[in-house]
């Protein structure tokens, strides 16, 4: 299954990546690894995951504290946000 990025969610990865090169390119490049399989395992099995807040699932990286929130879509899967488990709960609301 296909998935589009939120604006606002690319923004995000885009800042933890920024972030995470500021610190050490190895552990950069960790991060969008880890990102990109927790997206490949989302899309392989998207029903998998838990909901969190009506039909929004979340899906938790390994090694980093990052989740990603999506929903179901028809045709596709929507990435929502990348959320650093530490931010305000519910940030996020508003992209639906």
Request: aromatic content about 14%.
């Amino acid at each position: 299954m296909k998935y589009v990025f939120h604006p606002e969610a690319l923004t995000e990865y885009a800042q933890a990546v920024q972030y995470y090169l500021e610190q050490n390119n190895k552990v950069a490049q960790a991060f969008i690894d880890a990102i990109e399989k927790t997206i490949y395992r989302i899309r392989e099995t998207p029903t998998r995951y838990p909901i969190v807040d009506e039909e929004i699932r979340r899906c938790m990286t390994k090694k980093f504290p990052y989740g990603i929130l999506y929903s179901i879509k028809p045709d596709s899967i929507l990435i929502l946000a990348i959320m650093h488990c530490s931010r305000k709960p519910g940030y996020w609301k508003n992209r639906i």
